[in-house]
């Protein structure tokens, strides 16, 4: 299995990304980068065709969720950036993922992985059922909705490192999970609540995890990813 950390670059400038992207010069195995809305909006496709030019593998986190047929026209363009991984909002519907899975493939027929958002990790429980008017435990609509990201087509997941277990269970071992959330054992917790270490992601099974704050605001920040690849691809 090809298990790898993705360091996520949440920087509002192309400026700030290259500075911290430096500290990486010498190093001879490139991190992982995801590129999420904060960055691609403020330095936009040039800053991902620099960093693929530099080396680095790119997931493009720009949760996609619209009628199909705009989906499967973004992703024809976004599949051109030859990135590695794009998403979308398993919300949207099986057609919709259907359809950018189309709209990604190029004409060889290759592409970069597609993943879906199942619930954001900043779903509770309760503001799923009250706000977003879907009853039942949050827990069955991740599966329900990995489900039918599977079905669509689709290489994986994003879910809580707590839920790729479940994920596993009901969609099978090669189905991907793509789990932010994790904090070492002895660093902040921040904003996040469902976490763990990327040692304990490794056991429950998670494919790639996406770590920024641990690294990014780390006083060492090589060091630090270092840590977690140490920890987590072994
Ligand atoms: O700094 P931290 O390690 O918490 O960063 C986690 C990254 O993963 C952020 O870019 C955040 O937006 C993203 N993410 C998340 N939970 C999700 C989906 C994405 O934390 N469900």
């Known amino acids: 299995m090809e298990r790898d950390v993705i360091i996520a670059c949440d920087f509002g400038s192309a400026e700030e990304a290259y500075k911290f992207l430096d500290k990486f010069e010498n190093e001879s195995r490139k991190p992982y980068l995801k590129i999420g809305m904060e960055l691609y909006y403020a330095a936009g496709n040039e800053i991902v065709k620099e960093l693929k030019r530099r080396g680095h593998k790119i997931f493009l986190d720009l949760k996609l969720h619209d009628i199909p047929n705009t989906v499967k026209k973004a992703m024809k363009v976004l599949s051109a950036l030859d990135v590695d991984m794009v998403n979308v909002h398993a919300s949207g519907t099986k057609e919709m993922m259907a359809a950018g899975l189309e709209g990604l493939t190029r004409a060889d027929g290759s ?26 435990d949050i827990n069955d609509t991740i599966v329900h909705y990995a489900r039918n990201a599977q079905e669509a087509g689709l290489d994986g997941v994003v879910c809580s490192p707590l839920e790729a277990g479940l994920v596993k269970s009901a969609c099978g071992a ?4 793509i789990t932010p959330g994790i904090r070492f054992a002895d660093s902040a917790t921040d904003d996040q609540v469902r976490i763990t270490t990327p040692a304990r992601a490794r056991e429950i099974g998670s494919d790639y995890i996406v770590v920024g704050r641990p690294i990014t605001a780390s006083q060492d920040p090589v060091a630090a990813w270092r840590r977690c690849v140490d920890e987590f691809c072994g």
């Open 111 to 136: 592409r970069p992985l597609l993943i879906a958002v199942t619930q954001l990790t900043s779903t509770s429980q309760q503001a799923m059922n009250e706000q977003l008017g879907i009853s039942g």
């Open 174 to 177: 090669t189905f991907k999970a």
